[in-house]
T-cell receptor, first 114, second 114 residues
Framework: AQSVTQPDIHITVSEGASLELRCNYS??????LFWYVQSPGQGLQLLLK??????LVQGIKGFEAEFKRSQSSFNLRKPSVHWSDAAEYFC????????????FGAGTRLAVHP | GAGVSQSPSNKVTEKGKDVELRCDPI?????LYWYRQSLGQGLEFLIY????????KSGLPSDRFSAERTGGSVSTLTIQRTQQEDSAVYLC????????????FGDGTRLSIL
């Protein structure tokens, strides 16, 4: 069965520092991968997606992610974090079965220190 | 509308009561999904609709849960005889179709069972 692992439950960085959030997936075929962000009391906002092609994908708010098939990873990065990036981040993969069911990781809560 | 709209945003009810949660997807989106977000279980897929049809109900936690969609638009998720373990945030998402299009989420309904 497909699964997504986000090894870090909480991460704290200083404003202006670089950020990398880890995501590993288990999937037999080529995965469709997503990163979503959730601010308190809000729904999930799509940051970026990978379907095929270039393994480095750019998203909104200055985020990017790199798909590495050999490592079954899809890590999210940002070169310089802003205080407004404090939120919870979810990695997700589309399950097989043809109906676009998303399987989410447990999430990583990001805190940003001034 | 511009985004996925869910109502109510918050619902507090007594154990044993029935509740109805509403989702209004983005106009033109044929696929609609319900997820549940709870502390213990993270983000879980519940059910999806393609048009008015829900081919797979296996993600619903129990037979107290049901969902319907009429006119290919608004969907309601109904929980009968609510239990305390039903307390969670219920998220709705929609996408253009089932072809691995990105899902766009509403802000959710926070359900609290006393």
């Amino acid at each position: 069965a497909q699964s997504v692992t986000q090894p870090d439950i909480h991460i704290t960085v200083s404003e202006g520092a670089s950020l990398e959030l880890r995501c590993n997936y288990s999937y037999g075929a080529t995965p469709y991968l997503f990163w979503y962000v959730q601010s308190p009391g809000q729904g999930l906002q799509l940051l970026l997606k990978y379907f095929s092609g270039d393994t480095l994908v750019q998203g909104i708010k200055g985020f990017e992610a790199e798909f590495k098939r050999s490592q079954s990873s899809f890590n999210l990065r940002k070169p310089s974090v802003h205080w407004s990036d404090a939120a919870e981040y979810f990695c997700a993969v589309v399950a097989s079965g043809g109906y676009n069911k998303l399987i989410f990781g447990a999430g990583t809560r990001l805190a940003v220190h001034p | 509308g511009a985004g996925v709209s869910q109502s109510p945003s918050n619902k507090v009810t007594e154990k044993g009561k029935d509740v109805e949660l509403r989702c209004d997807p983005i106009s033109g989106h044929t696929a609609l999904y319900w997820y549940r977000q709870s502390l213990g279980q993270g983000l879980e897929f519940l059910i999806y609709f393609q048009g008015n049809s829900a081919p797979d109900k296996s993600g619903l936690p129990s037979d107290r849960f049901s969902a319907e969609r009429t006119g290919g638009s608004v969907s309601t998720l109904t929980i009968q005889r609510t239990q305390q373990e039903d307390s969670a945030v219920y998220l709705c998402a929609s996408s253009l179709d089932l072809g691995n299009q990105p899902q766009h989420f509403g802000d959710g309904t926070r359900l609290s069972i006393l």
